[in-house]
């Protein structure tokens, strides 16, 4: 298991999608030492989803989020 720590960037609706979804966009979070661990030679991480309204609403541009990845069985 290992984690990425990143900031939604930018959310937006997609239009005329059904069921309704928004489009939200994750970059790296740099701040206070985090990702030092995996950002020491190329920085970058680029997420950009469409998850439910629903989903969305839980998620404001600026919030800081930790990604935590595991192999899959």
Request: with cysteine; hydrophobic share 35%.
């Amino acid at each position: 298991m290992w984690t990425a720590k990143v900031r939604c960037s930018s959310k937006a609706p997609n239009a005329g999608s059904t069921p309704p979804t928004t489009r939200v966009q994750f970059a790296p979070n740099y701040g206070e030492g985090k990702n030092a661990e995996w950002a020491a030679r190329t920085p970058t991480l680029s997420l950009d989803m469409s998850v439910l309204d629903e989903v969305a609403e839980r998620i404001e541009v600026g919030d800081e989020v930790t990604l935590t990845f595991t192999k899959g069985e």
